[in-house]
């Protein structure tokens, strides 16, 4: 799961910051702060101030029933 945040968070904090600097630290801390729902098996995810995760919302919620051996979603 961290994998995909860094994919989303490294190329913003390049665009500020070279890596191994002080500066890229600060800049790799405002991107998880800054982007928003990055997909992930558990939902979208996103970091926060108050804490490491916001929960996931009711985007990442999906009813699934099983019809012919396969998931499909529940009308």
Do not use: C, N
Request: aromatic share 10%; glycine share 6%.
């Amino acid at each position: 799961m961290r994998f995909w945040f860094l994919q989303r968070v490294v190329p913003v904090a390049l665009k500020t910051a070279k890596p191994g600097t002080p500066e890229f630290r600060e800049a790799i801390r405002q991107a998880f702060m800054t982007e928003h729902d990055i997909a992930a098996t558990q939902g979208r995810l996103q970091f926060h101030r108050k804490g490491p995760l916001r929960p996931p919302d009711d985007r990442s919620r999906m009813l699934l029933t099983v019809k012919a051996g396969k998931y499909v979603p529940a009308k």
